[in-house]
């Protein structure tokens, strides 16, 4: 009987593994390429912890058999698209991930990577994917003004970490001090510099934007009087020596969000109950990060090529005070209001960024946050 058994287990397993191969091959993940590490290729080396199924499936396969393909199939899939790199923005994906959060909440996260050539509000947006990040807020608020029908669920953080980064000699401490200065700017960055310009009633004529890439160079050699990044920029920001000079959107008056979660309007309303357990896992997460933020890098930098754990310790200093404040110890990490949502829509439409001015129900919703209340702690 047991010859039986086995004879019909490994048939059962060669089907299996033809069907997988197939659907994983078209999906582009077979190459016959040799796997270079890369962080493109992260999503890949960062599979959600295994629970104990998970383990016995795994065992299953490594003997050739997968006699068990159902208990394979148990947790639910699930991609969430970035707006760039996997880096540490994704500092709480990772924790919830090595530390099985996501799988006892039924899940199995996959991190896809975004960047340049990827866009992740046109991918989620598709369907391709369940959920997205993304780090301003401004591009969900332009989805909902053009009927693309997608909304945010939760916040990573509470306080954007956009700056403005000037020289000692030639400082600009406030907004008033940007008048008559040169300011660098990436094309993605002049929006927050109109917002905190429109904010503290100064004209757009009094300050000089000059274009500049990602680097932070032209503000040592004198091409500009000021620059922008943001805090978590800590390696970049650090070269730049001792007397460099600071103030955020925040001290400008500008208060939005960043590190945005959203989805779709179809997968908000038929799986909402999957959105719910995935922000209790990935709150889990940041809140382990937060208590343990040593351990928390050094799983970052185990999973992430090209990581350097003092680097990454520095920036999870500030990316764990903007992901917890005050909003979290009140309702929990991931926290999000109808105030503070329509303050950053009236910015953007006053500003003339918008074709029309959405409402907040048509940009974010509180449904999964109020369905995963009791599982995302609180701390600020």
Known sequence: MRTVIASCARRMARRFARRHDGAAAARGLLSREPMRRSPA?????????PDRRGVLGAAAAAAGALAFPAIARAAEAVNLQLSWLISGNQL???VAQRQGYYAAEGLNLTLQPGGPTNNGVSITASGKFEIGSISGTANLMLAAAQGIPIKAFAVGLQKHPFVFLSRADKPA????????????LTITSVIQLRGVLAKN?????????????????????GQVDVVSSWLTN???????????????????GVRLYANAYY??????????????????ATARGWTEALERPDEAVRLLVAAVPNTVYED????????????FTEATRGGGWGDMTVERWEEQIGLMADLGQLPRRPRF????TLDILARSRDGRPKRG
């Open 41 to 49: 290729m992260t999503a890949r080396l960062l599979p959600s912890r």
């Open 92 to 94: 709480g994906e990772i």
């Open 173 to 184: 401490r406030n907004a008033a001090e940007l008048r008559g200065k040169k300011v660098g």
């Open 201 to 221: 009633g100064i004209d757009e004529k009094e300050v000089e934007i000059v274009r500049i890439g990602n680097d932070l160079t032209p503000l040592v050699t």
């Open 234 to 252: 800590t390696t970049a920001i650090r070269a730049l020596g001792p007397n460099v000079v600071a103030f955020t959107l925040w001290d400008a």
């Open 263 to 280: 989805a779709t309007h179809k997968v908000l309303e038929s799986r909402a109950d999957m959105l719910a357990r995935f922000a209790r």
């Open 312 to 323: 990454e310790r520095r920036a999870a200093e500030v990316m764990l005070s903007h992901s």
């Open 361 to 364: 129900e048509e940009v974010a």
